[in-house]
Each structure stands twice: as C-alpha cells, then as structure tokens.
C-alpha cells in the first residue's frame, strides 16, 4: 500500500503507450527521411558535427548536442544506423514522460496520460522523425515539456529543483537547434507570466516577459547570414493543416483526434454551469476547478491559432517586419510549437468531463488517438549499409547563390563493381545514391574505365535507370539504385582498371561538385 502512493503507475502506462511511435525503429534497415543518412554520419564523425554533410548554419541547423547524445549508443552498438534510432527511441520517451510530469497536476492522472499520448503521436512528430528525420527537432520535443514543469513548479517555490531542470532544459535546447529553440522562449515567458498567476492581470510583467526576448531575438536574428531556402515559398496553404500528405511525402496535418479533442474540450468549457447557479457537488468541483484552469485553458486556445497563424501567407508580413524568420529554414517549423497547445487542450477533455474519465471511454479515447496516427507510423525502409561514410558527397554549385556551394545535394552511398571475365568484356556497375535535398538539375552519369597509364578503356553516359529515374524527380531521402554494363574496348588490355565516375548537366557539360576533388570525379577500383 505504502509503494502504490509512492509510485504513480500511470509513469508506466506512458511508457508502454510509446512502443507503436517507437515500433518503426525496430525494423531492419533505416526509414527513407528527407535528411536521409545525414545524422548517422554525423554521429559517425562526432568532431564535425552537426555540419558533417551540410551548410554550416549556426542558428537555423542542428547543434551539436544531439549527436553528442546518439554517441554512446554507437560505442554500445558500433553502428550509427541503431545509435540515431536509439537517440529518436529516447526522444519519444522522455518526451511522453515530460508531458505527463508537466500536465498531472493540471489534467490529474488520467488527463495527463491522454495529453502524453496526444504529444507522441501527433502527425507532425511523427513526420518530423519519419518524414523529415530532423534528428534535432525530435529532441526538441523531449525538452519543451520539461520547462514548462519547471516554470509550474517555480510558482510552487520549488527553487533549487525547478530552477536546475529549467535552466539545463533551456540550455540544452539552444545547443540542439538553436533558432527554433530560441523562437519558442516568448511562448515559455508568456506562460510563466499569464498562466501560474492568479488575480487580475498585470501587463508590465506580460510585457517584459514577451518583449525583452523578441528584442533579443530580433537582434540576433539581424546577426544571420542569408538562407539558402527561400522563406517565403515555404508557407503552408490551409489545407494542408487538414491533409494526409503533401507531395513531398511530408504530413503537416495539425492531427484529426488532437484537434477534434481540442474542440471538445473548448465547448465543455464555454457550456460550464454558471458559478452562481446551482449545481450538483460534481458541478461544484468543476466550477472550482475551471476557476484555476480558465486561464490555462485560454493561454493555450490563443497561442494555438498565433502558431497555426504564423505558418500561413497572412503572417509574411508580421515575419518580415520583426525579420524573425531569419532564426528558421520554413516557417512551417513553427508546427512543433503546436504540439504543447494541443497535448494540453486534448488532455483536458477528460478532467472537464468526468464520463470522459471513466472505463471504458478515457481507454477508447487513448485508443483513438494511437489508431489514428497509424499512416505515418509506415515509413520506407531502407536495407542499404551506409557505412561509416559514403563514397562521394556532390554539391550543387551556383554562382548568383553562394551558400549553395556548401550544400550537399547528393550522396554516392555505394558501388558494387563486377569487371570483365575471359567470357566477357562487359564490366558492370551497379552505384547505390541518395538526395538529400531537392535536385533540379537533370543530370547524367558518366562512367569511364581508366587504364593504369589513364588510357580510356570503355565509356558509357546515361541519365540514371537508363531514364527511368532522372535526377530531378529525386525526392530527399530517396534510395536510387543504377546499374550500368559498360562494353570495353576490343582492343583494351586485360586490366587492372579503375572508374572515373560522376554527374554532369548534358546541355553545357558543366559537372557537379565531388567534395574534396578538383576534378569533380569519384574514383573506383575494379576487383581483379
């Protein structure tokens, strides 16, 4: 009995209700995500991320932080497939455990377990691991919930505690992703001043609260070199926040069981029984116990629609007047933000209405919000081996866009190499690529075999998959797998041989950057 009222067994049930968000990481191979291989490399190459791979960005880009955490699990592991996967697993948890802690004495036990499912299994979280494989965004989501803890329990004068969660969680958070962490601090000073704070409101601390960040912000925002994504074309069209998928595989949906439980729990609030009237001693409870959460209830109603807002054209303006898009790649980012609003409204449902609470409907409620996040619980799964590197990276150089000269556009993950046998002289190559950003450029892929004394020995230029599979409707993320036969020479010698290999655009011969190689080829040995 003494251990039942020391152990919350709803820690337990939060856990358990992660394993469908975290099952896809248990599958063979690794999910085909926007960023494709990108942070298994960096965790490969610790010293040199989060740049290893992509433009160095010290605000909008990934820090370091995350694959400093992911490192550990690749010393256990010795690969850095299961070390990312491990980094998301720990991601999903701590983040369900976050929103638990910070919403219990809100929601109560129940409340809080619905809110942390509703905050693991949004379409958007799930499509920022499986969709996007933004490695740091995911352990974004793990920290948020713990400052809010923090902030509830400074308003309780729980110095010491609080005071260090909030103050690492807040720190840790700039060293992940610097931009949207910092983005999301008006947020978190708003709700320390507005929500925790009974009586009348006073706006000198609302002010102070949200204003000094903003001024920061805005300065540093002013510090930012110019991004090599257009801001401005990244705007989500509405519907998008209702639909399943974009083209790009993405899923901006806000989340039809979140938002229909959000719904719900706002109606349940405006239909209260007057404070006056008379009521019931259940109705008496609820009365008391909106009289707290009123305040919290609306907070979160408001900044929800700003977030929804601000992904939207009509906010072009208000982004470019502050110029705090500059601390972000899309404004779309700002989706993650949504997440808190959402967990918390969702999770109200149960507390403002105590037949929601009870068996078997708080059960059927979890369960709707799991079942429905099941299409983007299917990612595309890879087999291919990365290894600790890929052969080649090749970038995408244009002279009018300087910064593009350090983003990496594709990626030559393998080459398998079958030479020519005394029954043939066909050599066959089979080379394994991956985008990682979007490729515009219908390139084509050389393939020459080189002598020892460099004497051309065979040649073959082909758009990739014979062009069936042109670079330019490769989607990041995409594994494309090209096979070629090159026919030698009759009167070529017998070997060795070595291939020069690359990509260049067949309208001005122009070929794309090989990082690390002046002359924009990748070299491969023929086995004897």
Not at 497 to 512: E, I, K, N, P
Request: proline fraction near 7%; charged fraction near 10%.
């Amino acid at each position: 009995m003494k251990f039942s009222k020391r152990f919350d067994l709803a820690w337990l049930l939060v856990i358990l209700l992660t394993v469908f968000a975290i099952a896809p990481l248990t599958y063979p191979g690794f999910f085909e995500a926007s960023s494709g291989f990108l942070s298994v490399f960096n965790v490969e190459h610790i010293s040199d991320a989060p740049h290893w791979g992509r433009v160095a960005d010290s605000v909008r880009s990934e820090g370091k932080l995350p694959f400093l955490l992911a490192w550990p699990f690749l010393q256990m592991s010795g690969s850095g497939v299961a070390a990312v996967k491990w980094g998301y697993g720990l991601a999903f948890v701590l983040g369900a455990l976050g929103i638990y802690a910070w919403t219990n004495p809100w929601l109560g036990s129940k409340g809080g377990v619905l809110a942390a499912v509703v905050y693991t299994y949004l379409p958007w979280h799930l499509s920022t691991v499986y969709a996007r494989g933004a490695f740091a965004e995911a352990w974004l989501w793990a920290l948020w919930p713990f400052v809010l803890w923090a902030i509830d329990r400074l308003g309780e004068g729980q110095l010491l505690a609080a005071g260090a969660v909030g103050v690492l969680s807040l720190v840790a958070m700039i060293w992940i992703q610097p931009g949207l962490a910092l983005l999301s601090i008006p947020l978190l000073a708003a709700y320390a001043v507005l929500v925790p704070l009974r009586g009348s409101l006073q706006l000198a601390p609302l002010f102070g609260a949200i204003g000094l960040p903003l001024l920061l912000l805005w300065y540093i925002a002013r510090q930012v070199p110019e991004a090599h994504i257009p801001f401005e074309e990244q705007y989500l069209a509405p519907y998008q926040l209702v639909h399943a998928t974009s083209d790009a595989g993405l899923s901006f949906q806000l989340g039809v069981a979140a938002v229909g439980l959000t719904i719900i729990a706002m109606a349940l609030w405006a239909l209260r029984a007057p404070e006056g009237a008379e009521a019931s001693s259940t109705q008496s409870n609820l009365s008391n116990l909106l009289a707290a959460q009123g305040r919290a209830l609306w907070f979160w109603a408001i900044a929800l629609l700003i977030l929804i807002l601000l992904t939207l054209p009509a906010a072009a303006p208000l982004w470019n007047l502050t110029g705090l898009h500059a601390l972000l790649s899309y404004p779309w980012q700002v989706l993650a933000l949504t997440s808190l609003p959402l967990a918390f409204l969702a999770g109200s449902t149960v507390r403002l209405d105590s037949r929601l609470a009870a068996l078997p409907a708080w059960a059927g409620l979890v369960a709707l919000v799991v079942l429905a996040s099941y299409p983007y619980l299917m990612p595309s799964f890879t087999q291919v081996d990365p290894g600790p590197e890929p052969l080649a990276l090749i970038q995408r150089v244009e002279a009018n866009r300087p910064n593009e000269a350090n983003a990496v556009q594709i990626m030559l993950l393998d080459a398998e190499v079958t030479p020519p046998t005394a029954i043939t002289s066909t050599l066959a190559l089979t080379l394994t690529w991956q985008a990682v950003e979007p490729v515009t450029e219908d390139y084509t892929v050389f393939v020459h075999v080189l002598t020892e004394d460099e004497t051309k020995a065979g040649q073959l230029d082909s758009r990739p998959c014979s062009g069936d599979c042109a670079t330019d409707t490769w989607q990041p993320g995409e594994i494309v797998v090209d096979r070629y036969e090159i026919e030698l020479s009759p009167d070529a010698p017998s070997g060795p041989y070595r291939l020069a290999v690359g990509l260049y655009v067949l309208d001005t011969g122009d070929r794309a950057v090989v990082v690390g190689r002046d002359d924009r080829t990748v070299y491969l040995n023929v086995p004897q």
